[in-house]
């Protein structure tokens, strides 16, 4: 099972995440391409950071709201939202491979995810951009969404998500709206992705969420592990696939 989590969301003189504490309790990174979030340095620093701990690099694509963090849904198009993901890999590429790595897969954020989930064009949209970037890299997405579904149409790998720090009613991630007191801290993460691993709903998730900004975020993301470990899963990222 691989551990993600959403960071480098940084931006100038704004500091934002636990990333340094995560990178060592983590398989992929999500990086932010400087949309909702991050700035080039900030960006610089999160492949490097990932690079030297042997963490798989993803660009964590959003809606170009820094005000409202692209937690906030807004009036795109299918053309917004492709040109807003081939640009924000692109950007992120440059770092990567001068840093001598290879980026592994991409992830849209926020309400651009959840957007994604409930709405096919928007979906397809992105799917085709990753594709036309790079049909090797992987899509992270909701089981069973149109996210997923459009990955698979667009012949991309699916890497079905689980978000340890976010509530569920039944087999649906509470994304927004929800409280701290809602997670339970570390004991509820791991209680939370010991219930996916005994679900059968839950058999197609390949990888589990701890969000960087998310409170006492290192304790959770070793928390997870603790909960994998217990069920008698490995932690391990996607091997690249061959471009």
């Known amino acids: 099972m691989d551990i993600n989590a959403d960071l480098g969301e940084s931006f100038g003189a704004y500091r934002y995440g636990h990333d340094s504490e995560l990178m060592p309790l983590i398989t992929s990174a999500n990086i932010a391409c400087g949309f909702h979030a991050g700035d080039p340095a900030t960006m610089r620093r999160a492949v490097q950071s990932a690079v030297e701990h042997g963490v798989a690099i993803g660009a964590h694509v959003g809606l170009p709201d820094r005000l409202g963090f692209g937690r906030r849904e807004m009036a795109i198009t299918a053309d917004d939202a492709y040109d807003y993901s081939l640009y924000q890999l692109a950007a992120l590429d440059g770092f990567v491979r001068a840093a001598g790595a290879r980026m592994r897969h991409v992830k849209p954020h926020g309400a651009l995810y ?7 064009e928007l979906a397809a949209a992105i799917s085709a951009a990753v594709r036309d970037f790079d049909s090797s890299l992987a899509l992270y997405a909701l089981p069973g969404s149109h996210a997923d579904l459009a990955a698979v149409d667009a012949g991309l790998t699916v890497l079905r998500e689980f978000f340890a720090d976010r509530p569920y009613e039944g087999t649906d991630v509470v994304m927004f709206g929800w409280s701290y ?37 290192p304790a959770l993301a070793r928390s997870v592990r603790g909960a994998l470990r217990a069920g008698g899963v490995s932690v391990e990222a996607r091997p690249a696939l061959a471009r």
């Open 114 to 120: 959840m957007m994604a989930a409930e709405r096919p």
């Open 181 to 217: 007191e809602q997670l339970g801290g570390a004991q509820g993460a791991a209680e939370r992705v010991s219930r996916m691993l005994a679900d059968p709903a839950f058999d197609t998730v390949q990888t589990v969420c701890v969000h960087s900004d998310t409170v006492d975020a």
